[in-house]
């Protein structure tokens, strides 16, 4: 009887799914979804001072690839282009001196590019985002902090309005970098003078799941 029990749990247990095992006996993460970005309610933002003055400014023009897994946030990716030439600052003058080689010299240098090679966990709904960092061709390695504002699924009676999304995401992105790392406004006295070196970015970003 005993080995008629031995015998039907290995059956059983064949007959389980097996889980997919990746290197060192890790079980792999599932392939994360692929989040839409609405554009529309996406913003990439900068802050620098002027003297002591704060200045702001945006960027019209971007895309941002996000594959998000709220149940394994590490296997996340997100990849982000900036087109260069879009650069609003409010000041159509101060935007075209933006653009010459004095700063970002956007015909040579049309793109800003990040891509996380990686992402891990730092809290409770907060990430960091690793990866290079290119500006008027120079790559740094950055880390970018990533906060989850909030998840919610969209009602079955609002979907088809929205555009056919489940679900909906929002996250922020804020980090600080030295223009003098990637050769930006270093050319001239007055732009290392007038300008100030740390500049902050901030990323607001909504996103839908379909």
């Known amino acids: 009887m005993k080995k008629l029990l031995a015998i039907a749990s290995l059956l059983v247990v064949s007959a389980l799914p097996v889980a997919s095992y990746g290197w060192a006996g890790e079980i792999e993460a599932p392939v994360a979804a692929n989040w839409g970005v609405d554009g529309a309610h996406t913003e990439i933002n900068f802050s620098v001072r002027h003297f002591f003055t704060p200045v702001t400014g945006t960027f019209d023009d971007f895309e941002v690839t996000l594959d998000y897994d709220a149940d394994y946030p590490a296997n996340s990716t997100v990849a982000v282009r900036i087109a260069v030439a879009s650069v609003n600052t409010g000041s159509a003058r101060r935007d075209d001196h933006l653009r010459t080689p004095d700063f970002f010299a956007a015909e040579q240098h049309p793109y800003i590019t990040f891509e996380s090679t990686s992402v891990r966990v730092s809290g409770d ?64 006295w007055a732009a290392t003078m007038v300008v100030g070196g740390k500049v902050e970015i901030e990323i607001l970003l909504e996103a839908h799941r379909k």
């Open 125 to 188: 709904g907060t990430m960091v985002a690793r990866g290079p960092l290119t500006i008027r061709g120079e790559t740094h390695e950055i880390e970018l902090p990533i906060v989850l504002l909030g998840v919610q699924p969209i009602p079955p009676e609002m979907r088809e309005m929205l555009g056919g999304a489940e679900e909906i995401a929002s996250f922020r992105a804020k980090m600080t970098i030295d223009r003098g790392d990637y050769g930006v406004g270093t050319g001239s």
